[in-house]
């Protein structure tokens, strides 16, 4: 199946169509509630989480022998809450730093976990297949009652997001300041990070344990460079986080053998890439256009300067001198003289120059300008 | 008000960090209508105070009481500047919308803020001058301009007794004109400002209330009475001059 | 014990020494999840090694991948410095794009890479010792023990020969910079160090598993001690148990060998947190119960020292006005008379003698800011601890 067939038969297909949706609104909470994650510089405790929601979901299969979604994705949830208790417990009572406590528990629960799965997968039980998905994701599992939760907790968490959108946003600014306004803090800090990591276990399936955080990070980093409203970035990220999941599970279910995380990643690591280098505002392209425009100014003015304190000698402001007289000074060119000639800031004369009125009240302007932007510095 | 109880009262306030104490034993008293400059060395705890009269810091012992009452029971009463360091610049939202948030504590929980909250929001950017910067991106603005902003968000929580983490610090001159005015003026309508203050030269100018303060108190009064050589020496050692002079 | 078996134990533990001794540095420097980032993102340096060499064992192909695990770290901190996301973000932007990359080029050239992604996670130490190292027919051992023997001695040659700088330039960068030692060859020295074990080590324990064993024996013996050369041998020690002990029960369970590997060292790490001497979850909590009655004790002090008025001495004082809750105050109480500090007539308490000489002594290294000065001056003043 190409690329081309999986939309064809997006709308006709009902796996398709429910796969694509699931993605969909799968990558939408994942985008909203990874702007949190992002902003609290809290990124990669959502790595560390969902690693250690390997071993629940290995121990719920072990204890129940079933396989349903939701007694496994209930193992993730405990077994992640535990590995974030455990990291909170190294970080405050010793003196391992966060670095060290998050990587710990990520490689330890995982090691767990894949002992788990290695250990299931010897056992004679014909029902243990299948388990390996939640390592790089598997979306062609989803079913119909799979996306159905995935819709009612994204609804919810967009409810409460809106209900407490005041308290979050107060929260993740100025915490300190949250408090003295009688803000029970620790209510809306809990809350927070019962939905991320409710966001990342719902993700397992479809993402798996070993990528699922990067479907939290990438669309909320990239939605932060095009704005700086709180409300449009999120309604950003979760836009960038949908288009992730259905491309990303478009293109791997028109490839064989293809698990969806990896490819879901990559697109919203594409997402990530133009962001960084063509946001107008913040973007690294024309944050280096701007830079050079400025040096670019900033030396005519510096030539201007020059011209100034010279022409301030004479009576006449006007009066050419000899651009000969320039050479000791350096920063000027051929070009930059006639740049300044366009401004109408002197007038060119073969081997003379002459401010004239109007550059010389830019000479006299431009310094009390900068020593007012100095003071507001 | 009521005329016979201190805006703030603290009593054998004892604060510490890990167990090391920082604060201790404080017992200050600030009267109604005062401005009010805490002075100290680094390290001093002169944040730690003031964090610890909001609760932001839980005291291992002691009592805050405003206007008579515990703390808790009257923090519509008390507004805060906290430092500028303490927040993320970074973060995606404006300078209206930061001051904005000054009235999110009168309104309570779930409840957004409307069209008055807007107006009073506006009018405290005008007072700070950065009416024309009220659409800016915080991280766009200069340090003297974010903390007017700080300032700003203060006053529209219009509250009886500001508490202020060092404002003027990092901040060019014309601000702190700017700020200290307005503090002046607050003082005027009675309001009681106490403000953790750097420079020990400008406080016989700006100032009528001062509390010296390393890790114990060691002196609070008027400043014409005790601002002097003597509870300098006490509090920065005997190299006072070399730290007025920084 | 069968010859394999053997064999697979060995590099068991040549390997986790090998992890453990870099560890100890990243550990130290704040710098462990950098092992991750790399660990996960050498995966598209190895694949494409292994197009160009079709050896997974190939000295070009680990310095290839090698060379990836550093280009991680300068990316990382390129992005970093942009100023565009925050730090953190920024490594986990990089590693889980780059480790997609090589995930998907072992799915698409499944049939050529002899790789899979179980592989990429585990490792595959249980088939080391069928890749002989044959020189001229002559069987030298396993192929990836001579490897990791390699690293591993260089590894060692290293530490020894620069042990002086790493140390200074771990525990004070400021220092070693005037001392003319380049924190920017130490940072990536031991990058590349870190790098060259990490893709040694992938092959026999796989991509997570590799941050377990460099994280985990480190942080354990940082628990136990602050001297690095203590904690370099017990990180050394901490890895090869938990190898062994790992294989056994691996064995035991027929499970895998690394994943049961992390596990022992999992409850190593665990044993270690809860029951450290000084710095375990127990030891620390039993303290700061006791410096919490302790630093109300030395604030009870100070208050009576500070007022000679009676009614701010007297017993009820404590609750109202100090706002202690009653157990406390009787703690605190019952600890100053032990102690002979206080007297108490009449229910006003009055400071002794040697109350007085505590207290301003105390006073005095606060206010100076002497304070690793107090937990001696409270040997000699105690009796009796709170």
């Known amino acids: 199946m190409s690329l081309f067939d999986y939309f064809d038969q997006v709308f006709s297909d009902y796996t398709l169509r429910t796969i694509t949706l699931g993605t969909a609104v799968l990558g939408a909470a994942c985008g ?17 989480i969902s690693h250690a929601a390997l071993p629940g979901i290995a121990l719920a299969f072990l204890i129940t022998g079933t396989k349903d979604t939701n007694l496994l994705l209930m193992g993730a949830l405990i077994s992640g809450l535990i590995g974030t208790f455990w990291i909170r417990g190294i970080i405050k009572k010793t003196h391992l730093k966060t670095d060290t406590a998050l990587g710990l528990i990520l490689s330890l629960f995982f090691g767990f976990g894949m002992l788990l799965l290695t250990f299931i997968q010897k056992q004679p039980n014909a029902n243990q297949a299948g388990l390996d998905k939640y390592l790089f994701g598997q979306a062609a599992t989803l079913v119909e009652s799979d996306v159905t939760l995935m819709i009612f907790v994204t609804l919810m968490c967009a409810l409460v997001l809106l209900l407490f959108w005041k308290e979050f946003k107060i929260l993740l600014f100025d915490a300190d300041f949250t408090k003295t306004l009688g803000f ?112 670019r100014d900033l030396q005519l003015k510096k030539t201007l300067q020059l011209m100034h304190s010279i022409a301030k000698t004479h009576d006449d402001i006007s009066h050419p001198h000899a651009i000969r007289i320039l ?38 302007n431009m310094f009390n300008e900068t020593t007012h932007d100095e003071s507001t510095n | 008000m009521m005329e016979s109880q201190p805006a703030i009262q603290i009593d054998d306030l004892t ?26 060395p680094n390290g001093a705890g002169k944040s730690t105070l003031i964090k610890a009269i909001l609760g932001i810091i839980d005291p291992i012992a002691g009592s805050v009481r405003v206007f008579g009452k515990p703390y808790k ?37 779930i409840k957004r803020p409307g069209s008055k909250q807007k107006k009073s929001a506006l009018e405290a950017l005008e007072k700070v001058g950065m009416l024309p910067f009220k659409n800016r991106q915080i991280s766009q603005l200069s340090g003297g301009q974010q903390q007017r902003v700080f300032l700003a968000r203060a006053l529209v929580q219009d509250a009886t007794v500001y508490l202020m983490d060092e404002p003027f610090q990092g901040v060019d001159a014309t601000t702190e004109i700017a700020i200290i005015n307005i503090l002046k003026e607050l003082r005027k309508r009675g309001k009681t400002v106490v403000v953790v203050h750097h420079d020990l030269q400008t406080v016989p100018e700006y100032f009528d209330w001062v509390t010296f303060l390393n890790v114990k108190k060691i002196a609070t009064g008027p400043v014409k009475d005790i601002f002097n050589d003597d509870n300098l020496t006490k509090t920065y050692g005997i190299n006072y001059k070399v730290a007025i002079n920084n | 014990m069968t010859n394999p078996q053997i064999e697979i134990q060995v590099i068991a533990a040549v390997v986790a020494i090998a992890c453990a001794i870099p560890g100890v540095f990243l550990v130290l420097r704040k710098m462990a999840l950098i092992s991750d980032a790399i660990s996960h993102s050498i995966l598209p340096g190895l694949v494409l090694g292994f197009f160009l060499t079709h050896d997974l064992n190939s000295p070009i192909l680990i310095l290839l ?91 060692i040659t290293l530490v020894i020969l620069f042990f002086k700088e790493l140390k200074i330039s771990t525990f004070d960068a400021g220092l070693s910079a005037s001392l003319g030692i380049s924190p920017l060859v130490m940072h990536y020295g031991l990058m590349s160090v870190s790098s060259v074990t990490v893709v040694g080590a992938f092959d026999a324990v796989g991509a997570i598993l590799v941050v377990a064993l460099m994280i985990a024996p480190a942080a354990a013996a940082y628990l136990l001690t602050s001297d690095l050369k203590k904690m370099l041998w017990l990180a050394i020690g901490f890895g090869v148990f938990s190898a062994l002990l790992g294989y056994w029960v691996a064995h035991w369970l027929d499970a895998s060998i690394s994943g049961s590997m992390t596990t022992v060292l999992g409850l190593v790490f665990l044993f270690v947190y809860l029951f450290a001497p000084q710095k375990g979850w127990i030891a620390v909590l039993y303290r700061q119960k006791q410096q919490r009655t302790e630093v109300s004790l030395l604030t009870f002090l100070l208050h009576l020292n500070n007022h000679s008025e009676e009614n701010e001495r007297h017993i009820n004082h404590l609750q109202e006005h100090i706002n202690w809750q009653r157990v406390r105050s009787k703690t605190v109480l019952d600890l100053a008379l032990k102690n002979n500090m206080i007297t108490i007539s009449n229910e006003i308490v009055s400071l002794t003698t040697k109350g007085k000489q505590f207290t301003e002594l105390a006073l005095e290294y606060i206010l100076t800011n002497k304070d690793e000065k107090i937990e001696p001056m409270k040997d000699d003043f105690f009796l009796f601890r709170g």
């Open chain 1, 327 to 364: 050479n000791n000074f350096q920063g000027f060119t051929k070009r930059s003289l006639q740049k300044m000639e366009e401004k109408q800031w002197i007038t060119l004369q073969q081997h003379h120059w002459s401010l004239t009125e109007k550059g010389y009240f830019a000479a006299e």
């Open chain 1, 32 to 48: 909203m509630l990874g702007s949190f994650a992002v902003l609290r510089k809290q990124s990669l405790l959502g790595d560390a």
């Open chain 1, 184 to 295: 029970n803090t620790r209510f809306i800090d809990i809350l927070i990070t019962f939905f991320i990591v409710l966001a990342i276990v719902l993700g397992l399936q479809t993402v798996g344990v070993v990528l699922m955080s990067a479907l939290l990070l990438a669309p909320a980093a990239a939605a932060r460079q095009w704005t700086n409203r709180l409300s449009s970035m999120i309604l950003l990220a979760a836009l960038f986080g949908a288009f992730s999941g259905v491309f990303g599970t478009a293109i791997s279910a028109s490839q064989n053998n293809l698990s969806t995380g990896p490819v879901i990643v990559l697109v919203a690591a594409v997402f990530v890439l133009i962001s960084f280098v063509f946001s107008p505002g913040r973007g690294l392209l024309f944050r280096e256009l701007r830079f050079r425009q400025n040096r």
């Open chain 3, 65 to 155: 991948a090698a060379i990836t695990g550093v280009i991680t770290v300068i990316l990382v901190e390129a992005i970093q410095r942009t100023g565009l996301v925050k730090e953190d973000t920024a490594i986990g932007l990089v590693f889980p794009a780059l480790f997609s990359i090589g995930v998907i080029l072992i799915a698409k050239n499944a049939n050529d890479v002899h790789l899979d992604v179980d592989a990429v996670l585990l490792g595959e130490l249980a088939f080391a010792p069928f890749d002989r190292l044959l020189i001229s027919g002559i069987d030298l051992g396993p192929k990836s023990l001579w490897i990791m023997g390699v690293i591993l001695l260089i590894t």
């Open chain 2, 73 to 109: 029971e009257q923090r519509r009463l008390v507004g805060y500047v906290p430092q500028k360091g303490s927040v993320d610049w970074d973060f995606p939202t404006t300078a209206l919308d930061v001051v904005m948030m000054g009235t999110y504590g009168q309104l309570g929980w």
């Open chain 2, 15 to 40: 604060v510490a960090y890990n167990y090391k104490p920082v604060l201790w034993d404080i017992d200050v008293t600030v009267p109604e209508g005062v401005l009010m400059a805490i002075v100290g």
